[in-house]
């Protein structure tokens, strides 16, 4: 299958500096890349959509100031979170999919664990 | 908002089958998957399922879909120790533009 490539897969901050999480695909271009956020021992949750050359799509709840979503190409989608603090600590996933049809596979990175201390 | 529903812990000796179940509540779903995540990693697509299918088998695999009690199943047959993980129910549709909407997922435990 395809490969979705996240990096960092571990990182720790001070609180108040900013993070950013990358995530690529590797073989295939993506034209819909999406960003999860997981607690431990629960669900994915979907933070917003981006959409290569336009603005990400943000969830209800999710603050778009302090969760920055860019995909500047088809191959890259960055998330950004300004100003981290502590509650911010999560495992953060990305997916992506070739197509902006739906049941074509999404893949998924290996995630991020952002530690913010 | 749409709804996808998992039991949290299954327990199953090495061996036996694994049955677990998800409820979802989108009636327009058109893709159902089930992911595979083990501990400290990313997810793993294991197999999905259009909505028009009732069944499909991939090795051990078995997927059953119910449309009308909008309701799915993965059996793992022969469950082996490297089955243990935590497995999502996922749909996705139209109406939602094609995100994924997942279940709590469900900790499978074999035990030897």
């Known amino acids: 299958g395809a490969v979705v490539s996240q990096h960092p897969s571990r990182v720790i901050c001070k609180s108040g500096t900013s993070v950013k999480i990358e995530c690529r695909s590797l073989d295939f271009q993506a034209t819909t890349m999406f960003w999860y956020r997981q607690f431990p021992k629960q669900s994915l949750m979907l933070m917003a959509t981006s959409n290569e050359g336009s603005k990400a799509t943000y969830e209800q709840g999710v603050e778009k100031d302090k969760f920055l979503i860019n995909h500047a190409s088809l191959t890259l989608s960055t998330l950004t979170v300004t100003s981290a603090h502590p509650e911010d600590s999560s495992f953060y996933i990305c997916s992506a999919r070739e197509e902006r049809v739906v049941g074509t596979e999404a893949f998924f990175g290996q995630g991020t664990r952002l530690t913010v201390v | ?112």
Not at chain 2, 87 to 108: D, H, M, P, R, V
């Open chain 2, 1 to 112: 908002g749409e709804d996808v529903e998992q039991s949290l812990f299954l327990s199953v000796r090495e061996g036996d089958s694994s049955v677990i179940n998800c409820t979802y509540t989108d009636s327009s779903s058109t893709y159902l998957y089930w992911y595979k995540q083990e501990p400290g990693a990313g997810l793993q697509l294991l197999t999905y399922i259009f909505s028009n299918m009732d069944m499909k088998q991939d090795q051990r695999l078995t997927v059953l879909l119910n449309k009308k009690d909008k309701h799915l199943s993965l059996r793992i047959a022969d469950t082996q120790t490297g089955d243990s993980a935590i497995y999502f129910c996922a749909e996705s549709s139209y109406n939602q533009g094609g995100k994924l909407i997942f279940g709590q997922g469900t900790e499978l435990s074999v035990k030897p």
